[in-house]
């Protein structure tokens, strides 16, 4: 068998989370080993940059911001990620450098190509095997985490619109930039319908690789 690296992108409210566990308990009845894990916060170092990107009260100058999330990338990808490739595994992650790139790079405007550059350099090159974009209207989105939890929103959460808008709008540029890599998948439509479009997606990557 052969590891896969894969990753869910996407605005607040798309669905990653039940898409993921919903993936990884097939690709475990597919007899795959899954390692799920996301950015940030996939490790104890990132729990922690996790609770300051996510959670800190006051202000984070943009590039700070930018840091602290490719400081957590850098050691994620050394710690879990490539090790769980190199076992063969199939790794499941939430968010990679696409969400460095439309959030800090377009809609923080620090600069795409600054940003990707940088994540690059601290992901070591690693690019996944398939990126599933689950796209969805940004006020749709917003309502679905409003009515999980509330209106309990994370520092990024709880930008306007507009600047969630122009997260959604990066995500499509770089999906129709890179289409060999991205399935852009419409989050409107029922879960099971959303998991069986990535499952076709999948099912190649892991099916012939084993």
């Known amino acids: 068998m052969t ?13 990653k989370t039940t898409q993921a566990e919903l993936l990884s308990a097939w690709l475990g009845e597919l007899g795959r080993t899954v390692v799920r894990t996301r950015e940030p916060g996939g490790t104890d170092l990132g729990l922690r940059i996790r609770e300051i990107v996510l959670h800190e009260r006051g ?3 943009p590039r700070a911001e930018a840091l602290l999330y490719a400081a957590d990338r850098a050691h994620h990808v050394e710690t879990v990620v490539r090790p769980a490739i ?6 499941l992650q939430d968010r990679y450098i696409d969400s460095s790139v439309a959030y800090q790079g377009v809609a923080r405007g620090l600069g795409a190509e600054q940003i990707r550059s940088v994540s690059d350099w601290a992901a070591d090159g690693l690019v996944p095997d398939l990126t599933i974009l689950l796209d969805l209207d940004v006020t749709v989105g917003r309502a679905r985490v409003a009515a999980a939890r509330g209106d309990t929103f994370d520092r990024l ?6 600047f969630h808008e122009s997260v959604r709008q990066a995500f499509l540029a770089m999906a129709a930039a890179e289409p060999e890599r991205f399935l852009v998948v419409d989050a409107s439509r029922s879960t099971a319908d959303v998991q069986r479009e990535i499952r076709a997606a999948v099912t190649p990557l892991v099916v012939d690789a084993a």
């Open 86 to 91: 190199a076992r063969d595994d199939v790794v």
């Open 3 to 15: 590891g896969r690296f894969i990753t869910l992108e996407g605005g607040d409210g798309a669905g």
């Open 59 to 61: 202000h984070i100058a």
């Open 157 to 162: 959460e709880s930008e306007a619109e507009t």
